[in-house]
């Protein structure tokens, strides 16, 4: 019986060719074949790391038709190594239906650890990383941007999204109309190259920037959108049932004791409890 071949998931740099990793480049040395969403790029990248192998074009506009060949090399035995054009297949790249099908047939996938910009962006942008979520590409029509903005208004984890120079104008103006004016935006540009750039601001600071300096309009780009603050992060000091229940445990209790069990009854800040009972006696 023939043993099965191994899908490979390499990732390729985003911009400094330095950050491959050794596995990614004996991977690609090694495996049968390589599937390439740009064969003319993958090759390009095969020069400069000194790799010989054979490569074929797997995109999204072939995906579909060609994965059945491909899992047929594989049930021959065949191993074969997916890349994209950069960064990590399948985070907003093809290789979704080949990779369901090989799960489907029960043939080995494994993905390498590598770049990816998301990841990239995420680490260094300032912003929540317990909780995001990732978004792709925005609708490329206003109004179903704008469409996709409001249902993120409300979205209580970091956003990302990627977006391209000639729509980032757009783009920005449509958050800073949907998003209002209290919304923190992060611009990651060019992650890992020379002009590499974190920009942060409100969209309609961030559109001023971008449209005095026009060099900021320029290469790849990811937007991160903080997450929609809460209820309790918005409104002026303590709820005001907390402030009744502070007002009567005072009655019988130090401040400091009733501030605290305030805080623990209605999932309250303790020292803005305080700070609000300070305040309100001074006042009186």
């Known amino acids: 019986m023939t043993e099965q071949g191994i899908l490979y998931i390499v990732p390729t ?24 969403e740009d064969t003319r790029h993958t090759r390009k990248l095969m020069q400069h790391y000194g790799i010989q192998n054979d490569v074929f074009a797997l995109h999204e506009h072939n995906e579909t038709q060609r994965v059945d060949a491909v899992i047929e090399r594989l049930l021959q035995g ?12 399948l985070i907003n790249d093809p290789g979704y239906v080949l990779v369901h099908r090989c799960r ?42 704008r469409a996709k903005l409001e249902a993120l208004k409300i979205e209580p984890r970091t956003v990302v999204v990627y977006e391209s120079p000639h729509r980032i104008l757009h783009t920005l103006a449509d958050m800073n109309v949907v998003l209002g004016s209290g919304r923190q935006i992060v611009l990651a540009r060019e ?62 209790l130090p401040l400091k004791k009733a501030a605290a069990m305030t805080a623990k009854i209605h999932d309250e800040r303790k020292n803005e409890l305080y700070q609000w009972a300070l305040e309100n006696k001074n006042n009186e």
């Open 13 to 36: 740099p985003i911009g400094n060719l330095g950050d491959i990793t050794e596995r990614a480049v004996k991977t690609l040395a090694e495996v049968a074949a390589i599937a390439a």
């Open 191 to 252: 992650l890992t190259k020379q002009f590499e750039t974190y920009l942060n601001g409100t969209a309609a600071e961030l559109l001023q920037v971008l449209t005095d300096d026009t060099n900021q309009q320029r290469g790849e780009m990811v937007l991160l959108i903080a997450p929609a603050q809460s209820e309790a992060d918005v409104r002026d000091g303590p709820g005001e049932a907390a402030k009744r229940t502070l007002l009567l445990l005072l009655e019988e």
């Open 104 to 145: 489907e047939r029960g043939l080995k996938v494994i993905a390498l650890p590598g770049a990816c910009a998301v990841t990239v962006a995420l680490s260094a942008a300032g912003l929540p990383t317990d909780r995001f979520a990732f978004e792709g590409f925005l609708p490329s029509k206003p109004q179903q941007r």
């Open 78 to 89: 065949d191993s074969l190594a997916l890349v994209s054009d950069a960064g990590t297949p």
